[in-house]
């Protein structure tokens, strides 16, 4: 289980964006995050996937506090944990092919690609030639399907997807949100953040909105 | 500058300056093509961003121009605007019906589209507002001067300034959904939503006939959103012809008084958007359709195809062979049933 | 009438779309920096070239003490003139400028690395050592340039070593502020928290990620610190600070010329002086080229 309970989080002192929140996952359960843009549902989806250290508060990663954050969290425990952005485009090296990002993981962390690579890019739709390309040369919804893909190639036993889908078009909107479903299916615990009340009707199990 | 003027009908001229109020055009794209040479004179590809589209804007009409990420839609502005950028090349026209005289935007001078057309006869909403607001000075300085520069005269090649009060101002910041008490922030302390306002609030600063909105709500969440396409639907019913340009079908369905879909540069489906997203002809537009969380959520399969390299015929059965329906007869060229335009997949 | 069918006829060829609007380069401007850059590199490639190769076909008469010949003026023989010892002025100024070009390589070379790996620690680590590394490079600044070369050089007299130490460390802090800079906004983009998710160590999205992102800043102010270099190598050997006198140098050469220009011997001035100036504006041409396709400007990206 990934859960944090009573965060506080800001940007700057004294001006908390999240204050008081509780929040768990479940392995194989979809929890949908709806909310206004500025109410903090990319906050706390930057602190579940230990990228941004909460002010107080703790965050406990299947039965172990995680006690820092970012780079000084172990490898172990941040890539058990897979994160989707919100802008694909800002969230790949323009310099890499996107066969590059969706192996970066791999590489990162000196594992071997024992398939993963070519069941996952077959299950987001990217071609062998589209994966030679680089980031300027498709579209953001191509670009999103190698982002997931990146996220899921270490197997993570959570997932955060962060307005994941709020940039691509309806199409692969639901390409993504069905392959996110199979992954949840199979154990992974998914944290589904979007401002769109219908998309995650239809996607998560049970929804939290925030006003 | 004769030659890029097309005299009007005497009919069309009779019925413009009667002031009828039947839906009168105020935009007519005539086969219009967009092509892209890369490389050296066109030799690393061509890419054919719109092939002959064909639209009819209507003063008081919203028309919805979708399609997904990729197939085109965004050029048109860029070649309405005349911002093409060097590499382009055109073909077909785009007529802007004025009182009088049409102005073709294809080959209107530099000069009319900087001094009459962009801004003061097409506003544009853009795609992420923020980006375009100068960081350094509030939303009611770069308001201000906008309607100055716009509302100024011009005479004899001189531009008088015209004087900008603040009513003026405050009042374009209402239309656009905005109070006035936030244009004195800068910038950055401005939220998506209120960025985008504040850039629909300088598309309309010069009173324009036409607006393009060029995918107004990317990333706005649901609430922004219906703001953003509400003010498109009540600038719409104060005369002005809206062309919403989006891959949100679901900002579409709410605002369109008419539809087209667009698919690898073609205009594959056109008509009343309660038509046309009711009961749709194409697979193409019904895919679309199909791939809402409420219609199905069912992906289509496959990717657009690169628009270097469109397969001849109907460019989406290259994609999905034999989608149900009525079989599609290959030809890529819209025809007219009904009041509606349809490619390939005419019902029976 | 007609009119209306000369139009219609016109849908079926293609136009070019693009008109030319102010301050949008166009074809013309683009020329112009190939041009820039053309000349600037060919400028530089003849020089360069004639400096290796000069010297090396009469490697002697760049220290040929020749007393039959003192103080010639320019003439089909030399063609640069001779100096009060005789010495062939066309060979030994080409020596020099490889030695001046060869010492402002190597402190380029030198001020980049140091600046780059300054910078980029500085701005990716941040903190601490952030604040000790910009506390350091605003004491470098705070000295004038040729001052804190003079001191360093003055306490090694005469070493190649000294100068090009004295030219490294006054150098680097520019290329440092740069690299920070870039790497400050770098650190925060969603690109690298992806990479941290992944599993990536700093010293990984350094290597990846960052170090490549700031590649071409780094090799820019190398060109730009090239000409620099020459000059401040080129002010320290005429103070008599520079390089040992042996070592025919653009600054020792000129500063042997002072006396020679009172005796009417222009020729000894004119020519190192030319050249000195020749690959200044060469380098500089090269370093505007490589500036304008590295500052992002909007492509002729198509919009789709
Ligand atoms: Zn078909």
């Known amino acids: 289980m990934l859960s944090a309970t009573d965060l506080v989080v800001g940007y700057r002192r004294g001006r908390p964006v999240l204050d008081g929140v509780d929040i768990e996952l479940h392995p194989g359960a979809t929890v949908g995050l709806a909310g206004p843009s500025g109410c903090g549902k990319s906050t706390l989806a930057a602190v579940l996937a230990l990228l941004l250290e909460p002010w107080s508060g703790s965050v406990t990663l ?10 000084r969290v172990s490898a172990a425990e941040r890539t058990s944990i897979g994160v989707v952005f919100q802008q694909p485009r800002l969230a790949v090296d323009p310099r890499w092919t996107l066969d590059a990002v969706v192996r970066a993981p791999l590489v990162a962390s000196k594992r071997r690609d024992d398939g993963i690579v070519a069941e996952l890019t077959e299950a987001v739709g990217l071609t062998r030639e589209l994966l030679g390309r680089r980031p300027h040369e498709v579209s953001d919804g191509q670009l999103q399907r190698a982002c997931l893909a990146r996220a899921l ?16 078009d309806a199409s692969t909107t639901a390409l993504l949100v069905h392959l996110v479903r199979s992954v949840a299916a199979a154990g992974t615990g998914v944290l589904a953040v979007s401002h769109d009340d219908a998309l995650l009707d239809a996607w998560a199990d049970d929804v939290v909105r925030w006003r | 500058m004769t030659d890029t003027r097309v005299t009007t009908t005497s009919a069309e001229d009779a019925a413009t300056s009667a002031g009828t109020r039947q839906p009168a055009s105020a935009l007519t794209v005539d086969r219009l093509s967009v092509r892209f040479l890369l490389g050296r004179k066109g030799k690393a590809g061509v890419v054919h961003a719109a092939t002959d589209v064909s639209l009819r804007l209507r003063r008081g009409r919203v028309l919805a121009l979708v399609g997904e990420s990729g197939c085109g839609k965004s050029v048109l502005t860029s070649a309405l605007l005349g911002l093409l950028p060097a590499n382009a090349q055109t073909r077909g026209r785009a007529l802007l019906h004025g009182p ?42 770069q308001l201000a001067e906008t309607v100055r520069q716009l509302r100024g005269t011009t005479l004899r090649g001189t531009t008088l300034r015209g004087a900008a009060s603040r009513g003026d101002v405050d009042g374009l910041a209402e239309r656009a959904g905005l109070s006035p008490a936030a244009l004195d922030a800068y910038p950055h302390e401005l939220s998506g939503g209120m960025a985008q306002r504040v850039g629909f609030a300088l598309a309309l600063a010069g009173e324009p006939d036409v607006l393009l909105a ?39 369905r709410r605002v369109a008084d008419d539809a087209a879909v667009m698919y690898a540069g073609r205009i594959v489906e056109a008509g009343p958007a309660g038509e046309v997203f009711a009961d749709p002809w194409h697979p193409y537009t019904r895919g679309l359709l199909g791939a809402l969380p409420d219609g199905g959520f069912e992906p289509i399969p496959g990717h657009p195809p690169e628009l270097t390299d469109v397969p001849g015929g109907c460019a989406f059965c290259a994609r999905v062979p034999d989608p149900p329906g009525p079989p599609c007869n290959g030809d890529p060229e819209p025809v007219a049933v009904g009041g509606r335009l349809i490619a390939g997949h005419v019902p029976c | 009438m007609a009119e209306r069918e000369i139009v219609a006829g016109a849908i079926g060829q293609w136009r070019q779309a693009a008109r030319t609007r102010a301050g949008t380069p166009r074809g013309g401007a683009g020329g112009r920096a190939r041009l820039r850059l053309g000349v600037g590199a060919g400028l530089l490639g003849v020089l360069v070239l004639a400096a290796i190769v000069v010297p090396w076909l009469w490697p002697a008469s760049e220290q040929l003490f020749d007393y039959t010949q003192v103080r010639l003026p320019p003439s089909g023989e030399h063609v640069f003139g001779t100096d009060q010892a005789g010495r062939d002025l066309f060979v030994r100024t080409l020596a020099g400028l490889r030695v001046s070009l060869l010492v402002a390589a190597i402190c380029a070379v030198g001020a980049i690395t140091l600046g780059t790996a300054v910078g980029a620690v500085a701005g990716f680590l941040g903190g601490w050592p952030d604040r000790v590394l910009m506390r350091l490079l605003d004491t470098v600044n705070a000295v004038p340039h040729l001052l804190l070369g003079i001191v360093i050089v003055a306490l090694y007299r005469g070493s190649l070593t000294a100068v090009i130490v004295s030219i490294v ?59 620099h270099a020459v000059w401040h190598e080129t002010a320290l050997s005429f103070l008599g600070l520079g390089l040992p006198p042996h070592l025919a140098s653009i600054g020792n050469i000129l500063s042997d010329a002072r006396s020679e220009l009172l005796l009417g011997g222009w020729w000894n001035v004119a020519f ?9 504006l060469a380098t500089a041409g090269i370093a505007a080229t490589l500036r304008d396709r590295l500052v992002p400007r909007r492509r002729s990206e198509l919009a789709l």
């Open chain 2, 100 to 141: 009088g005289d049409d102005l073709d935007l294809c080959t209107a001078p530099e000069r009319s589209m900087s001094r009459q057309v962009r801004g003061r006869r097409i506003g544009l909403v853009p795609q992420s507002a923020a980006s375009h607001l100068t960081p350094v000075r509030t939303a009611r300085a």
């Open chain 2, 214 to 252: 060029d995918e107004p709500t990317t990333g706005l969440d649901r609430v922004l959103v219906d703001h953003v396409t509400d003010g498109l639907a009540a600038a719409a019913a104060e005369g002005t012809a809206v062309l919403l340009i989006t891959h949100d079908l679901a900002a579409a």
């Open chain 1, 153 to 168: 190639v270490l197997r993570p036993r959570y997932l955060i997807c962060d307005e994941m889908t709020s940039m691509v």
């Open chain 1, 62 to 71: 299947d039965g172990r506090p995680v006690r820092r954050f970012r780079h």
């Open chain 3, 272 to 280: 190192p002086s030319v050249l000195l100036v020749l690959t200044t």
């Open chain 3, 169 to 227: 460390v006054t150098h680097w802090t520019t290329v440092a502020r740069i690299v920070r800079a870039e790497v400050l906004s770098l650190r925060r983009r969603p690109f690298v928290d992806a990479a941290i998710s992944g599993g990536a160590t700093r010293g990984h999205i350094l290597r990846r990620h960052i170090l490549p992102a700031v590649a071409g800043q780094a090799a820019l102010s190398a060109v730009l610190v090239l000409p």
